[in-house]
Structure formats: structure tokens, C-alpha cells
């Protein structure tokens, strides 16, 4: 049974860092694009940020480009997510995601094999 399990998750004031981590199990990692979405409240689940399977690219949504980075540990079966200098309107359910369709970049959401349960982050003003 492949699990997702998210966490870090928390209550920032704006401007601040957390770091989010994805430890996955049941699936064979290294075979698998890695990437995180985020929900809003009152709006749809949007891309954040995807790694390729050996890590060596990455893709991140406009948003967040040059405030989050993605990474992962093949090893731990891990991927991380730090993020950097949050806005209120960072504030949403986190959600990391598995898929096992090769692209040089984009992560659609119709890609995405397993979802994490989610980590809630929430950013004060």
C-alpha cells in the first residue's frame, strides 16, 4: 500500500521559513516524479513545485519561483520543500504527490498517481 505522509506543517508570521517534508513508502521512489500542490481555502488544488526522479530538475509554479525549493533524498525516500519569505496568501493545505509519468517540466495534476493526506500551513500577517 504506497503512503504519503506529509508534515512541518505550522502557524508563520509572514516572512518567515518552514520546511515541509513527504516520506513515502510502498512504491519504488527513485521511479517516480515527485512534486507538491497546495489547496486555498475556497479554491482549487494548484501546482507548487516538482523534482524529477534523480533530483537534477525541478519545476516550480509562478507563485513560489525564487521562494521555494523542492528537494529529495533517494536514500529516505524523502522530499522536502523549503519555503522562504511566506505571504498570507501562502496559507493552504499542502499536499505532496507521486507520479509516474516522465516530463521535462510541468506536473499536472491528471499526472499524479498517490496523494498525501496533507500538512496545513498558515501564514499570519
Known amino acids: 500500500q504506497v503512503q504519503l505522509a506529509e508534515s512541518g506543517g505550522g502557524l508563520v508570521q509572514a516572512g518567515g521559513s518552514l520546511r515541509l517534508s513527504c516520506v513515502a513508502s510502498g512504491l519504488i521512489f527513485g521511479g517516480y516524479s515527485m512534486g507538491w500542490f497546495r489547496q486555498r481555502p475556497g479554491k482549487e488544488r494548484e501546482f507548487v513545485a516538482s523534482?524529477?526522479?534523480?533530483?537534477?530538475?525541478?519545476y516550480y509554479g509562478d507563485s513560489v519561483a525564487g521562494r521555494f525549493f523542492i528537494s529529495r533524498d533517494n536514500v529516505e525516500n524523502s522530499i522536502f520543500l523549503r519555503m522562504d519569505n511566506l505571504k498570507p496568501e501562502d496559507t493552504a493545505m499542502y499536499y505532496c504527490a507521486a507520479s509516474s509519468v516522465i516530463r521535462l517540466s510541468d506536473f499536472p495534476r491528471s499526472d499524479v498517481n498517490y496523494w498525501g493526506k496533507g500538512t496545513l500551513v498558515t501564514v499570519s500577517a
Open positions: 523534482i524529477s526522479r534523480s533530483g537534477g530538475s525541478t
